[in-house]
């Protein structure tokens, strides 16, 4: 499967790069620190959500890697910023049941993303064990979707 | 000034430390991830408050450093969670200008923390260069609360 470099542009049928590159920025803290602003839209709060801050700590799939599900959230954004400087892997479809739709994505480790609400995504990617700082949604009512593939598609060997 | 260690309990007063450890933490993923959930209490939704992720690049201060100014924000919690494993400073108190309320601690490159609404706090303070994912609050309204201290305290020499 071809990877394609993450761009704003590129991604941005899924959701946000969260990056600092291409960001309004501006000094803060006496010039002591530079703020690169409002990087993604956060959109939790459909039928009573709350943001929910959590660390995920992701460990590498066997190769190859046989895609046998994708998921989605119809209630709300999610981000995934990596805390360490490794490169990672960001795979999406607009439908998960047409191969022809699936992307994947080659993230630096100075890039997150986020999803936006229902885009379909393959759960966390790492080429080697990684933490991630996770921004989504806690609340009430049923935020996942997943479905099951039978006919599976190796991304990586 | 005496320089404490970051603890839920230690910083209970001026908010959350954002950490793993002491975390409620499951599997998800098909077991190739392990999430620490729920680590902070985003509040950021008065008088039409949004949530805002931003990436703030800071420099360290020269030493010794003069603490010149405390800051507050009155409409929203303030979250920063460091992108490199390195030791930073966070310094607090309950009243800018009674020298004997503050508090500085010292957090882990592995610990972020939530400032509450209204709780005084300094800059950030780095030992080294360093960026932080900050998630706090974008909106209308006047979110920023600034004291000049004449009377400097030099905390780091």
Same mark, same amino acid.
């Given at each position: 499967?071809?990877?394609?470099?993450?761009?704003?542009?590129?991604?941005?049928?899924?959701?946000?790069?969260?990056?600092? *590159?291409?960001? *309004?920025?501006?000094?803060? &803290?006496? !010039?002591?620190?530079?703020?690169?602003?409002?990087?993604?839209?956060?959109?939790?709060?459909?039928?009573?959500?709350?943001?929910?801050?959590?660390i995920a700590a992701a460990?590498?799939?066997?190769?190859?890697?046989?895609?046998?599900?994708? *998921?989605?959230?119809?209630?709300?954004?999610?981000?995934f910023y990596p805390l360490q400087?490794? *490169?990672?892997?960001?795979?999406?479809?607009?439908?998960?049941?047409?191969?022809?739709?699936?992307?994947?994505?080659?993230?630096?480790?100075?890039?997150?993303?986020?999803?936006?609400?229902?885009?379909? !995504?393959?759960?966390?990617?790492v080429? &080697?064990a990684g933490k991630f700082i996770v921004?989504?949604?806690?609340?009430?009512?049923?935020?996942?979707?997943?479905?099951?593939?039978?006919?599976?598609?190796?991304?990586?060997?």
């Amino acid at each position: 499967m071809k990877i394609e470099k993450l761009t704003k542009q590129a991604f941005a049928a899924f959701g946000d790069v969260v990056e600092i *590159e291409g960001a *309004e920025h501006f000094f803060i &803290n006496q !010039h002591f620190a530079e703020r690169f602003n409002n990087l993604a839209n956060v959109d939790v709060t459909d039928e009573g959500g709350l943001v929910n801050i959590s660390i995920a700590a992701a460990t590498p799939r066997p190769k190859p890697i046989a895609i046998k599900l994708m *998921e989605r959230h119809p209630l709300g954004s999610q981000i995934f910023y990596p805390l360490q400087d490794e *490169e990672w892997l960001v795979l999406v479809c607009d439908d998960p049941k047409d191969k022809s739709t699936y992307r994947l994505f080659q993230a630096t480790g100075q890039q997150g993303i986020n999803y936006k609400k229902n885009a379909w !995504h393959h759960p966390l990617l790492v080429l &080697n064990a990684g933490k991630f700082i996770v921004i989504d949604r806690r609340g009430p009512g049923n935020n996942l979707e997943e479905v099951p593939l039978t006919r599976h598609m190796a991304i990586l060997s």
